[in-house]
């Protein structure tokens, strides 16, 4: 087996840090075989950050950028080689979680430079509501006990499940609670887990850690995101769910402590323990809310109102 020192790298330029970092997964790979799995993944991973490591080499060179500014990089990338390196004397997978962490501390940043930004934050709710005022408060009671980790909002299509969950969201207590972790995904009709998962991690501003090609890949990507997102409460909303996509939701059900996911959907799936059921309008709200749609604040529209209503 080929002896591999642990070198100090810190006088490397950036490129050279890195393309030592990718030698020693390629070696270890071939010599520690219980970390091969995740380190042949992780090296793929490298390989893409290659051409983004000369970019960042290239634009310091035409600013005459300093060492120092990308030195706290390779200083990150160094200590992910050294754990790497541990891989050749720990037969165990007692290291693998030290091993991820080090990796997502190493290449956040560098990440972040080529990913663009897919945003799945909650829009703002329309200017003008009615008839939410008692549902807002049943629902945001239901959600923050402690036992419920996945809530479904059903109702019939046009009650206003979407407008509600936007409302919810910008609750002071809901806000206070999830902070920056409320992510909102729009499902519809034919849900894709890759692009789903590919849309979360755009939205943390990083990608996954190696390319997402199945389901499976993309749940088990997921998990190490949330628990790289650490022990903050998470809020997970997946919006429009259909019949026949019920089991969407379990999959991104993970046993980790304050991860929510509420569910919007104009199906009853019996399969789901905790449920709020959404009424339509009562006659007075609604003809208040057709009344401001068509701009007719007089009430001269009453008689007309009335009677599409009914």
């Known amino acids: ?36 799995r995740i ?19 290239r634009s310091n060179q035409r600013r005459g950028c300093a060492v120092e500014k990308t030195q706290s990089l390779i200083e990150e990338i160094t200590k992910g080689r050294e754990l790497v390196l541990k891989c050749l004397q720990i037969p165990w997978w007692n290291l693998t979680r030290e091993i991820v962490s080090g990796i ?11 990913t663009p930004r897919v945003s799945c934050a909650v829009r703002e709710p329309p200017v003008f509501t009615v008839g939410f005022d008692m549902p807002m408060k049943e629902l945001k009671t239901l959600l923050l006990k402690e036992e419920v980790q996945l809530l479904r909002l059903t109702a019939p299509g046009g009650c206003g499940k979407t407008t509600l969950v936007k409302m ?10 999830f902070k920056e972790n409320i992510l909102f995904v729009n499902v519809s009709k034919t849900p894709n887990v890759k692009v789903i998962v590919q849309i979360l991690f755009s939205h ?7 390319e997402i090609q199945s389901d499976e890949d993309a749940i088990e990507q997921l998990q190490q995101l949330l628990e790289h997102i650490g022990s903050d409460p998470i809020l997970l909303i997946l919006d429009d769910v259909w019949l026949g996509s019920e089991s969407l939701p379990e999959k ?10 509420m569910v919007t959907s104009r ?8 449920t709020y059921n959404l009424n339509p309008l009562n006659d007075k709200d609604a003809m208040t809310l057709f009344r401001h749609s068509a701009s007719l604040q007089d009430g001269s529209s009453k008689p007309l109102g009335g009677n599409i209503i009914n």
């Open 1 to 36: 087996m080929a002896l591999i020192v642990a070198e100090p790298l810190l006088g490397a330029g950036f490129g050279q840090v890195l393309t030592s970092l990718r030698e020693t997964v390629k070696d270890v790979v071939r010599n520690a075989r219980q970390f091969k």
């Open 39 to 57: 380190l042949k993944r992780f090296g793929s991973t490298l390989d893409l950050l290659a051409q983004a490591v000369e970019d960042i080499e």
């Open 104 to 114: 997502w501390e190493s290449m956040d940043s560098t990440r972040s430079m080529e």
């Open 168 to 177: 919810l969201c910008q609750d002071k207590e809901i806000k206070g609670t």
């Open 204 to 210: 943390k501003g990083l990608q996954p850690m190696f």
């Open 252 to 261: 991104f059900g993970f046993k980790i402590p304050n991860h929510k996911i």
């Open 267 to 274: 199906t009853a799936f019996p399969r789901y323990k905790f």
